[in-house]
C-alpha cells in the first residue's frame, strides 16, 4: 500500500519566489474586491492580455504618427517638431512611446509570473520560447522607432553602429551628402517598422497555439484602465524632443530610455563583447529553461478504453488540447474513443472531473485512491464523535500556505493500491494529499478538520462534495485560485460551473472559494462561520470570489465602489510610470576636447595589370577592355599616415571589401584633439609604392565638435 504525495511543492526556490508575488497579489486584491461576488480587478491577473492590448495602442498611434512623420535626415526631425507641437501630435506621440515601455516591462513581469508559477516546461514550451523571442523583436521594431526620430539618441546609436559596421554603412553617414545618401535608408527603416509588427501577429499566434479558447483580449475594465492611465501620464509628463542629430557635434549628454537604448552606455563601459556575450548567454539560457529545469506533474492522463463512452467531456474541457476524439474500431457500441497526446497533457486533471463515466485518470494519482482515502477518514472522525469539514484546494493553494497547518495531526487510514505509475523517490519527501488534523477555534477548541490536495480544483468532479456530505461530513469548502489566475488556466470555471450545474452548493455546508493562494485568514474566515464561530469569523476579511447561493452580498458604499474601480488603475498608473521614469539623461563616455574624423572611399588600384595576364585569357576579351577589371581583379591596400601638430599620430592600411577583394576600400579614422587649432598632415599610399601628401593644412576644432576630412578619390586629396 503506498500513499499519494503532492509534487508542486518539491521546486522550493521556485515556491519562494511564487509565494512572493502571490503576497503582492493580495495586497492588491485587498484594495480591489469590494464584496465576496465580484472578482477583483487586478491586473496582475491579465498581464499576456494587457501586453496584446498595448500592441493595439502602439499600432493606432503608429499608423497616426505614420501620416504626419517624413522620412530623411533633414525632413525626420523637423517633422516630429512640428507634430509635437500641437497638443493632439504630442499627446499621441507621449501615449505611443509609454506604451511602448510598457510593452516591455508587462511581458517581463507576465514572463517572471509565468516562471514563477511553474508554467514554462512540459508543453508549455513552445510559448515560453516564442515569449521571449516577441520580447526581442518588441526590442528591435522599437528601436528601429527610436531611430527615426533623428535626434541625440539617435546618433548615439548612428555612431555605435558606424564603429561596429564600418564600410559603406559609415559613409553613408559621414560621406559628403548625407540627406540624399541616407534617405533611401530611411525609408527602409520606416518600412520595416512599420511592417514588421505583421510578423508580431503570427508570434502571438504561435504564442498561444496551444491553448483551447485562447483569449487574446483584456477585460473591458482593464481597457479603461489602460487608456486612462496612459493619457494621464502624458498629460502629467508630456515627451520632451531630445536635440537633433548633427554629426558635427559630439553628443556628451542625453535622454536615454534604458528599456531600449541602455546597451549604448553599457557597451561603452564593459565593451561588446563582454557586454553582448553576456546578453546572449543569459537569453539563450533563459529560452533554455524548459528543458535545464523541467519539473514534474502527475500526467499524463490516461484513457481506461472499457469505460469511455465518446462524449467528449475531457477533449471540450481540457485546457491545453491534449485530447482527441478518434473514431473507434473495437467491438463497443460506442463511435468515438478519448485519445491523451502525452507531450501537451500538464497533469491538470480537468479531464478527470469532467469525465461522467470514470473513464479517464491521472497515470501518478488516481482519483479514486484519494476519494477512498477521504471517505474512510471523514468516517472515522464521524464515529469519533465530531464530523469534520473537508476543504479541498489545488497544490498551488497547499504549497504557498492557503491552509493553516493541521494541529494534532492524525495518520491516514490505510490507502488504497495506486492505479498507474509511482514515483517512489518523491513520495517521501513530499505532503500527503489528505490530511488529518484540527484547527482551533476562537475558545482554543479542536475542531477536526480533513485537507483534500489535488493538482487543480478542476479535477474535482461535483460527486466529491456530495460524497463529503454523505459520508459524514460536516461541510466542505472548494478553494480554488482565481478564475484568471489558474495554474491551468480553466480549472476554477469548470469546477464552479460543474458545482452550480449539479445544484450542489445548495445541498448541505459546501462552499466554493476564489482566492488568491496564501489567503489564510479567509478560508479560516468560512470554516469559521461553517462552525458556527463568529467571533473567529469576524476577525477576517473576506476579499474572494463566492460561487453559489448562499453567499451575503452586501450593496458596497459609494467610497467602496470607487476604491474597487481605481485600484486596477492605480497599480496601471504605478507600472506605467516605473517603466517611463527609467529614461535618465546619461552622459556618453567621450574624452574631452573634439574630433577629427577621416573617411575614406577610395576605388582602389589592381593588383594585377593586364599585361601580366596569359594570352589564352586575353584572346577572349573584347577589344578595348581592361582584361583585369573585367575579370575581378584583386586592389591594392590603401595604407593612410597622420601626423597632428607634427606628431605621428596613425599609420593604418585598410583592405579592399569583397570575397576576392575587387570590392571599394572604405576607412573611417578618429583622432580626439583639444579645442583650437591644429596642423594636419595626411600621407597616402594606393599602388605599395610611394606615400603622397594629400592634405597639409590647419583645421580648428571646436569644443565638442567634428571636423570630417573627405578623401576625394577623383582630385587625390582629403578635402574638408
Known amino acids: 500500500m503506498s500513499k499519494q504525495h503532492s509534487i508542486y511543492p518539491r521546486r522550493r526556490w521556485l515556491r519562494t519566489l511564487e509565494r512572493g508575488t502571490a503576497y503582492l497579489e493580495r495586497a492588491i486584491n485587498r484594495f480591489s474586491t469590494v464584496n465576496e461576488r465580484i472578482r477583483p480587478y487586478n491586473p496582475l491577473y491579465h498581464l499576456g ?86 520580447v526581442v523583436l518588441f526590442w528591435i521594431i522599437g528601436l528601429m522607432g527610436y531611430w527615426l526620430i533623428w535626434d541625440q539618441p539617435a546618433q548615439w546609436l548612428t555612431e555605435y553602429f558606424i564603429d561596429l559596421l564600418q564600410g559603406p554603412f559609415a559613409y553613408t553617414f559621414l560621406g559628403g551628402q548625407i540627406a540624399s545618401a541616407t534617405f533611401s535608408l530611411f525609408v527602409i527603416v520606416l518600412f520595416l517598422h512599420i511592417f514588421l509588427p505583421i510578423l508580431l501577429i503570427i508570434g502571438i499566434i504561435v504564442h498561444l497555439l496551444r491553448l483551447a479558447r485562447a483569449n487574446y483580449l483584456a477585460p473591458r475594465w482593464l481597457i479603461v ?40 552606455a553599457l557597451t561603452e563601459k564593459l565593451g561588446d563583447g563582454v557586454f553582448w556575450g553576456t546578453a546572449v548567454l543569459v537569453l539563450v539560457a533563459v529560452m533554455a529553461l524548459p528543458w535545464l529545469r523541467p519539473g514534474q506533474h502527475d500526467g499524463p492522463a490516461v484513457v481506461i478504453e472499457a469505460n469511455c463512452t465518446g462524449c467528449g467531456a475531457c477533449a471540450h474541457e481540457c485546457p491545453f488540447n491534449a485530447i482527441d476524439m478518434v ?42 485512491v484519494i476519494r477512498q482515502d477521504l471517505q474512510r477518514n471523514l468516517s472515522l472522525t464521524q464515529r469519533a464523535g465530531e464530523p469534520a469539514i473537508a476543504v479541498y484546494a489545488c497544490e498551488r493553494h497547499a504549497a504557498l500556505g492557503t491552509l493553516p497547518p493541521l494541529e494534532n495531526p492524525k495518520s491516514l487510514a490505510e490507502a488504497a493500491p495506486m492505479i498507474g505509475g509511482t514515483i517512489p523517490l ?7 494529499r489528505i490530511n488529518v488534523g484540527s484547527w ?42 482565481p478564475a484568471h489566475d489558474c495554474s491551468h488556466r480553466e480549472g476554477p470555471n469548470w469546477i464552479a460551473s460543474r458545482l452550480k450545474r449539479r445544484r450542489t452548493l445548495r445541498k448541505g455546508n459546501v462552499h466554493f472559494w476564489e482566492l488568491a493562494p496564501g489567503s489564510r485568514q479567509q478560508v479560516v474566515a468560512l470554516w469559521a462561520q461553517m462552525i458556527g464561530d463568529a467571533d473567529q469569523a469576524a476577525t477576517a476579511r473576506h476579499s474572494g470570489t463566492v460561487v453559489g447561493s448562499g453567499a451575503a452580498v452586501s450593496s458596497p458604499s459609494r467610497f467602496a465602489f470607487i476604491r474597487h474601480s481605481l485600484a486596477g488603475l492605480l497599480i496601471l498608473l504605478i507600472t506605467f510610470l516605473g517603466a517611463i521614469l527609467l529614461t ?35 584572346e577572349k576579351l573584347p577589344e578595348n577592355v581592361d582584361a583585369a577589371q ?68 590647419t583645421v580648428t576644432v571646436d569644443e565638442d565638435g567634428v571636423v570630417r576630412l573627405l578623401y576625394n578619390d577623383e582630385h587625390d586629396v582629403f578635402e574638408r
Open 440 to 481: 482551533p477555534d476562537s475558545q482554543g477548541q479542536h475542531r477536526p478538520v480533513i485537507t483534500c490536495v489535488v493538482p487543480c480544483t478542476g479535477m474535482l468532479h461535483p460527486n466529491w462534495a456530495a460524497e463529503t456530505i454523505a459520508a459524514g461530513g460536516a461541510g466542505a469548502i472548494v478553494v480554488s485560485c
Open 584 to 618: 535618465p539623461i546619461t552622459d556618453t563616455n567621450l574624452p574631452d576636447g573634439g574630433q577629427i574624423r577621416l573617411v575614406i572611399n577610395h576605388g582602389g588600384k589592381v593588383a594585377v595589370a593586364s599585361g601580366e595576364l596569359s594570352a589564352e585569357i586575353l
Open 327 to 368: 473514431e473507434r474500431n473495437d467491438d463497443t457500441e460506442y463511435s468515438m474513443l478519448a485519445v491523451v497526446k502525452p507531450n501537451m497533457c500538464t497533469g491538470c486533471g480537468i479531464c478527470v472531473g469532467a469525465c461522467p463515466d470514470k473513464a479517464i485518470e491521472l497515470d501518478r494519482l488516481h482519483s479514486g
Open 630 to 697: 573585367v575579370l575581378g581583379g584583386a586592389r591594392l591596400p590603401v595604407r593612410l599616415r597622420v601626423a597632428i601638430d607634427g606628431e605621428q599620430v596613425l599609420e593604418d592600411s585598410y583592405e579592399a571589401r569583397g570575397l576576392r577583394q575587387e570590392g571599394s576600400i572604405y576607412g573611417v579614422e578618429s583622432q580626439w584633439v583639444a579645442s583650437g587649432e591644429h596642423a594636419v598632415q595626411i600621407w597616402l599610399m594606393d599602388d605599395e609604392v610611394e606615400w603622397r601628401l594629400v592634405f597639409d593644412d
Open 225 to 264: 484602465s489602460a487608456v486612462a492611465a496612459l493619457l494621464l501620464l502624458a498629460l502629467w509628463r508630456p515627451l520632451q524632443l531630445a536635440l537633433p542629430a548633427d554629426m558635427d557635434m559630439l553628443v556628451r549628454q542625453t535622454p536615454l530610455d534604458w528599456w531600449y537604448l541602455s546597451f549604448l
Open 49 to 134: 492580455t494587457l501586453a496584446i492590448f498595448l500592441l493595439i495602442v502602439l499600432v493606432v498611434t503608429g499608423l497616426y504618427l505614420t501620416i504626419f512623420y517624413r522620412p530623411g535626415a533633414e525632413r525626420a526631425y523637423p517633422s516630429v517638431a512640428a507634430l509635437s507641437a500641437t497638443w493632439l501630435g504630442s499627446a499621441v506621440r507621449t501615449v505611443h512611446r509609454y506604451a511602448s515601455d510598457a510593452l516591455i516591462v508587462v511581458s517581463i513581469l507576465h514572463a517572471l509570473k509565468m516562471f514563477f508559477s511553474d508554467r514554462f516546461w512540459g508543453s508549455r514550451w513552445l510559448a515560453w520560447l516564442s515569449g521571449w523571442l516577441l
Open 426 to 432: 518523491l513520495q517521501a519527501k513530499q505532503p500527503p
